[in-house]
């Protein structure tokens, strides 16, 4: 369920750096530009299960992918980060307070409800007509086979 692509590193014994890309559902090619931290990092790129060549499971829950995650991240030796990038930040952050990696980086994670809406007000205003088209017809072709439409919706706990 869980892929990892490794970059070593250029410093001898680095850390590790679990690196967790958005979406869900963006492969971790989307974040490569970030190889260049390989000069202090050992790189871990993280794709769940569906990205990347990653092998899809079927569904799983939030707690089910954290868990995943966590078992692979705990059988690495040597010292561990994590970073995420967008909803790959809630996978990240659910590590750090695991106690499975001891440095955590969040990029772009919109973790309370004003920083959400802040995001979704900016993607709407800034969307172009081409993916406002895209995302209607996707939505189209997901509720004829029967799915449910692909809009999710965040909750924080405060």
Request: net charge positive; glycine share 8%; hydrophobic share 40%.
């Amino acid at each position: 369920m869980i892929k990892l692509t490794r970059v070593p590193s250029e410093k001898q014994n680095a850390p590790k750096l679990f690196i967790i890309s958005g979406g869900p559902g963006l492969s971790s090619n989307t974040l490569r530009d970030l190889d260049l931290l390989k000069r202090s990092f050992e790189l871990m790129y993280v794709d769940i299960q569906g990205t990347n060549g990653s092998a899809y499971t079927g569904k799983k829950s939030f707690a089910e992918i954290v868990s995943a995650l966590a078992d692979v991240v705990v059988n690495e030796s040597g010292e561990k980060f994590s970073l995420g990038h967008s909803f790959g930040g809630f996978l990240a952050a659910e590590l750090f307070i695991r106690e499975v990696v001891s440095g955590l980086v969040c990029i772009s994670t919109p973790f309370t409800k004003e920083a959400l809406s802040a995001a979704n007000d900016n993607y709407t205003l800034n969307k172009t007509s081409a993916l406002s088209e895209a995302e209607i017809e996707w939505c189209r072709r997901r509720n004829k086979k029967g799915h449910i439409s692909p809009v999710h919706r965040y909750h924080v706990v405060s």
